[in-house]
T-cell receptor, first 112, second 113 residues
Framework: DQQVKQNSPSLSVQEGRISILNCDYT??????FLWYKKYPAEGPTFLIS?????DKNEDGRFTVFLNKSAKHLSLHIVPSQPGDSAVYFC???????????FGTGTRLQVFP | EAEVAQSPRYKITEKSQAVAFWCDPI?????LYWYRQILGQGPELLVQ????????DSQLPKDRFSAERLKGVDSTLKIQPAELGDSAMYLC???????????FGPGTRLLVL
C-alpha cells in the first residue's frame, strides 16, 4: 500500500522553461511535506518543505504547492537549469513519528 | 559545510556473509536514521535513534539486521547473513532533533552475489 505516489517516473524539460513535478498522498494526517533532490551516487539533498497548514512555500526558483483537498503536492522549478537534472523525491512526515515516507521519485532531465 | 559521513561507499559480498556499514552524523545531531533504498523506489526507514536509544525499528528485519549507536554519536548497521534481496543503497541521515530536517549521507551501495 503506497501512501505517497509519484506517477511520472520521468520528465524532460527545456532549459528556461518551467518544470512541474507531482506527488499524491493518501493519508490526510501528514503534518509536513518535503522535496529532496538526488544526484547519482549521492544521498538525497533537502530542497524545500511545506507545513500542512500552508498551501504554498517559495524559495528562489523553487515553489511547492499543497492542495489538501486533493491530497496533492507539486514542485515548480522556474526557470529550469541543466544542473536541476536529477531524481526528485517527495516525502511526507508526521510530528508524532518523525518517520518520512518517500515517493518512488521522478527523474527530471533539463536539456539546453 | 557539515556533512553526514558513511563508509564504505560500495560493498560487494557473497550471500551468507556478514556486512557492516558505518555512519557519522553531523556534529550535534541527536537523531540518526538508517534507510534502505531499492532501485526504482524511494528510501524506506529501517531504524531511528534518538541519542543512543532506538525510537523506531519496526521495519528492521531483526532476524538478520542489527543497528547500534552506543555513544549516541556514530552508528553501525550490520547484516548477518546477507541475502540476495539485501542488494540496495543504504542511506544514513541525521537531524538536529526529532521533527527537524533530515540530512542524508552519500550512502553505501551493497551488492550481494
Amino acid at each position: 500500500d503506497q501512501q505517497v505516489k509519484q506517477n511520472s517516473p520521468s520528465l524532460s524539460v527545456q532549459e528556461g522553461r518551467i518544470s512541474i513535478l507531482n506527488c499524491d498522498y493518501t493519508n490526510s494526517m501528514f503534518d509536513y511535506f518535503l522535496w529532496y533532490k538526488k544526484y547519482p551516487a549521492e544521498g538525497p539533498t533537502f530542497l524545500i518543505s511545506i507545513s500542512s497548514i500552508k498551501d504554498k512555500n517559495e524559495d528562489g526558483r523553487f515553489t511547492v504547492f499543497l492542495n489538501k483537498s486533493a491530497k496533492h503536492l507539486s514542485l515548480h522549478i522556474v526557470p529550469s537549469q541543466p544542473g536541476d537534472s536529477a531524481v526528485y523525491f517527495c516525502a511526507t512526515g508526521s510530528y508524532n513519528t518523525d518517520k518520512l515516507i518517500f515517493g518512488t521519485g521522478t527523474r527530471l532531465q533539463v536539456f539546453p | 559545510e557539515a556533512e553526514v559521513a558513511q563508509s564504505p561507499r560500495y560493498k560487494i559480498t557473497e550471500k551468507s556473509q556478514a556486512v557492516a556499514f558505518w555512519c557519522d552524523p553531523i556534529s550535534g545531531h541527536a537523531t540518526l536514521y538508517w534507510y534502505r533504498q531499492i532501485l526504482g523506489q524511494g528510501p524506506e526507514l529501517l531504524v531511528q535513534f534518538q541519542d543512543e536509544s532506538v525510537v523506531d525499528d519496526s521495519q528492521l528485519p531483526k532476524d538478520r539486521f542489527s543497528a547500534e549507536r552506543l555513544k549516541g554519536v556514530d552508528s553501525t548497521l550490520k547484516i548477518q547473513p546477507a541475502e540476495l534481496g539485501d542488494s540496495a543503497m543504504y542511506l544514513c541521515a541525521s537531524s538536529l532533533n526529532r521533527g527537524e530536517t533530515q540530512y542524508f549521507g552519500p550512502g553505501t551501495r551493497l551488492l550481494v552475489l
